[in-house]
């Protein structure tokens, strides 16, 4: 029972807020009710570190295989620590949103924020496909008419509605995958995952993650924010790269021809988004580069075989990014918490992510690896380049939010630690060292490089018609053209006006004066059309 409770209490204070706002706007209730429910849920999750695995059936179907079986959670070491992470960052926005009371943080983002959390919580903890493609199904729907109620232009508006038509394709090839390991072994929880299945789960967690194919959602966002929109933006990260981790081993070596393409699209994508990161001025606007470059090398350790590997670069992703984006505003004499937590994705032996190099390097230097260890030390540079690039400051910040806010971040830094002690068998180790060694050479001599040309690092300002501008800009302009379905999606947007427009015209004829008598065509033809299947 108690593995449900953060989710009741998360639900709980979300309907509360919103009630609250509805009836008698106070932001001080309803912050305290937001961060008080948070913290409970942090605990409890942390208490469960000690139960795992932990496991729940929400309800008992029968006849079971008419269901694909019944809705259930489970905590193990798989999904503990993506728990850990969403529910700290879900404190963290609330804590540092202290901090930000006059920007974009309302009781209304609040109780957004906690219903997606609980709701991702449900995805990331599902025992069985069941309960997973419900939870995505659910969380995609309330992302998709949050984002649709605000105040945006049309072109934006349809960039929604095609983030969430690749998000429904990742539904559809999620139950594509369900069927396939159906047919092999019968029901089975994700735990057994079989593996002629396996590759197309992976398909379906890659189309979520924007890197099978290079799908980069809300690039284009016309006000990205720091609190709630981190958080919405993330959230949804979370439970995908949960199912990554419960891949078996033999994901791809069972077909192998799916290796090579697969090895291809995933290197390239995570090159192009840590590029893309480094070259960005802003860190909200390079956001979803982020994502991209570090689900990349997740995804890269499953196709190589360590699926668990997969959980360091993922725990890098929601945490070490999260402090970044948070960190608003930006106190000169809070920076030295965002060094800290660079140590979250340094990858150097005995820190959080060093495990994470067996899934990328343990067979060995290749093409695709080198590429990978090159996005890894470009990641880096940005992340560092981020940290000095801010020139915002806070003024006039009341006295309990100048205590509150830091604590919102220093929770991410532990949070990280914790997990990089005892997130999962095996996580505190020295990995494969030389490749976090190499990473950190190319980081150094990067920047004793920028130093020497007189620049101040990390700062990387190429002039606009430089040789080198030119070539970094058109090989990141192959690489996405030659990764992304662009195309796709604007012929999917050509069809449904098409269609749009078909019905329309339908509605109007029928409408029309002669619509009675068109309606009693199409009457006849049906009846027809029936009888003529009846008879033969």
Sequence with gaps: MLIILPIIFLFI?????????????????????????????????????????????????????????????????????????????????????????????????????????????????????????????????????????????????????????????????????????????????????????????????????????????????????????????????????????????????????????????????????????VAKQDDTEGRPYWIVALASLSIACVINGQPASSRAWGVALLLTGSLLFLFSPRIRRMRFLLFLGLLGILAIPFTPAASGWQGLISQGLNLWSVLLILSHALLILGYMRHIFSAREAATGLDAWAKIVYPLGLIIIIQADIAIGLIGWPGVLTHGFWWGGLISSLVVTIVTILVWRLGLTPPYINLPEEGAIRKIIGKSLWIIKKTLSLEWAYKLFWSAYQLLGQLIFGLVTILEGDGGILWALLLLVLLISLITSLGVS
Aim: glycine residues 6%; proline residues 6%.
């Design 13 to 277: 204070a979300a309907l509360v807020i919103t009630i609250i706002n509805q009836t008698k706007p106070n932001i001080a209730i309803t912050w305290l009710i937001g961060a008080g429910s948070c913290f409970v849920s942090w605990l409890i999750v942390i208490i469960l570190r000690l139960y795992l695995p932990s496991a729940l059936f929400l309800i008992k179907w029968e006849p079971e295989p008419l269901f694909f079986g019944s809705p259930m959670l489970i905590l193990d070491y798989q999904s503990w620590p993506y728990a850990l992470c969403l529910i700290t960052l879900t404190l963290a926005v609330i804590l540092t949103d202290s901090a930000r009371t006059r920007l974009d943080s309302s009781p209304r983002t609040w109780a957004t924020s906690m219903a997606i959390t609980a709701i991702n919580l449900l995805a990331l903890m599902a025992g069985n496909p069941l309960t997973m493609v419900l939870a995505w199904t659910f969380v995609d729907l309330i992302e998709l008419i949050y984002n649709l109620s605000g105040q945006h232009s049309g072109k934006f508006n349809k960039r929604i509605v095609l983030s969430y038509s690749v998000r429904l394709l990742s539904v559809i090839m999620f139950i594509w995958a369900t069927m396939v390991g159906w047919l092999e072994s019968g029901p089975f929880d994700l735990n057994h995952i079989p593996a002629r299945a396996a590759v197309y789960f992976l398909i379906a967690a890659g189309l979520r993650l924007g890197v099978l194919p290079l799908n980069l959602a809300f690039l284009n966002e016309p006000s990205p924010k720091r609190g709630a929109g981190s958080l919405l933006r993330l959230a949804p990260v979370a439970s995908s790269l949960s199912l990554l981790a419960y891949l078996p081993k033999n994901t791809i070596s069972i077909r192998p021809y799916w290796s090579l393409p697969l090895q291809a699209m995933t290197a390239l994508a995570a090159l192009y988004g840590a590029g893309m990161w």
